[in-house]
């Protein structure tokens, strides 16, 4: 079984309600799952499973609660080689290009940092859904199962 770190970046609380039901199955299922929405450097690198939970806001930025982190990681380059991670990114696809472009920036600078990516990104746009748990609880349960 898994011990997961999950960071969650959330402007009005979609993403968190997600996190909170992906924490929950997750835990349900045997794996240690948990949660992060003030992160710091030390909680990524000391993760064996990464999965990021975030939505977008303004034209395709990470919420305000994980810009410090994604800066601080940026400017440090704290290097996670071969670590398993995965993005669960919610968006608006009525945002056009910038459509989950708070998981898109996550998702790279993991790459950066040699994280290694082991599902593709989920993109989960509200004008098609509105349970966005209903996605995502079962595609981070399949990720959590092959790590
Ligand atoms: C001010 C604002 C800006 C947004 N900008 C984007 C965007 O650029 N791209 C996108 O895909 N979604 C965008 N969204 C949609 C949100 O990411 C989406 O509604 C998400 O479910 C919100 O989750 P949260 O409550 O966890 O923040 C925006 C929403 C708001 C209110």
């Given amino acids: 079984m898994a011990d997961i770190k999950i960071f969650v970046g959330s402007v009005f609380g979609n993403a968190s309600e997600v996190a909170d039901l ?6 349900a299922d045997g794996h240690s799952a948990e949660q992060y929405s003030s992160p710091g450097v ?4 000391q993760a064996s499973a990464i999965l990021v939970i975030t939505s977008t806001t303004g034209q395709g930025d ?13 400017r440090q380059l704290p290097l996670i080689t071969n670590t398993p991670f995965a993005v669960i990114a919610l968006g608006d696809s009525g945002y056009g290009d910038t459509f989950c472009g708070g998981g898109r920036q996550m998702q790279q600078i993991l790459l950066k ?7 593709e990104m989920l993109s989960i ?3 098609e859904t509105l ?6 609880v079962p595609w981070a349960q399949s990720w959590a199962r092959e790590l």
Avoid at 22 to 27: M, R
Avoid at 42 to 45: E, K, R, S, T, Y
């Fill in 22 to 27: 992906v924490t929950d199955a997750l835990i």
């Fill in 42 to 45: 030390a909680q990524l690198q």
């Fill in 62 to 74: 990470i919420p305000l609660n994980l810009e410090d982190f994604y800066l601080q990681l940026h």
């Fill in 113 to 119: 940092l040699q994280g290694r990516e082991t599902k």
């Fill in 125 to 127: 746009d509200s004008c």
């Fill in 131 to 136: 349970e966005p748990e209903l996605e995502a």
